[in-house]
Nanobody, 128 residues
Framework: QVQPVESGGGMVQTGGSLRLSCAPS????????TGWFRQAPGKERGFVAS????????NYAESVKGRFTISRDNAKNTMYLQMSSLKPEDTAIYYC?????????????????????WGQGTQVTVSS
């Protein structure tokens, strides 16, 4: 069993930055594609960013392109989401997820249904 564990959430002002980390317990995550999703109050959980196991293919939601950067360090068994130019609408619980299945068409990783393991989430609050 793999349990992703998120960290790095908090409160920041508009325009600020935060870096989220995700480190799975119980197993190395080098063979998994990984993704970040978020859920704001009263809204459904939505895709933020994904990265394949090799790091060779990355996808972003349109709303975060140019502001967020996803990366992974397989040697450290950790994935990151660097968030910059944060806006109040970025306020949400952010979830890390792992997908064991390989998809050649990498936009498949924008769908929550392809992920096998989910973290408990970390709160990000952006104040205006």
């Amino acid at each position: 069993q793999v349990q992703p564990v998120e960290s790095g959430g908090g409160m920041v002002q508009t325009g600020g930055s935060l870096r989220l980390s995700c480190a799975p317990s119980g197993r190395t995550f080098s063979g998994y594609a990984t993704g970040w999703f978020r859920q704001a109050p009263g809204k459904e959980r939505g895709f933020v960013a994904s990265i394949t196991s090799s790091g060779g293919s990355i996808n972003y939601a349109e709303s975060v392109k140019g502001r967020f950067t996803i990366s992974r360090d397989n040697a450290k068994n950790t994935m990151y989401l660097q968030m910059s130019s944060l806006k109040p609408e970025d306020t949400a619980i952010y979830y890390c997820a792992l997908a064991s299945r390989y998809y050649r068409h990498t936009p498949a990783y924008t769908r929550g249904g392809v992920y096998d393991y989910w973290g408990q989430g970390t709160q990000v609050t952006v104040s205006s």
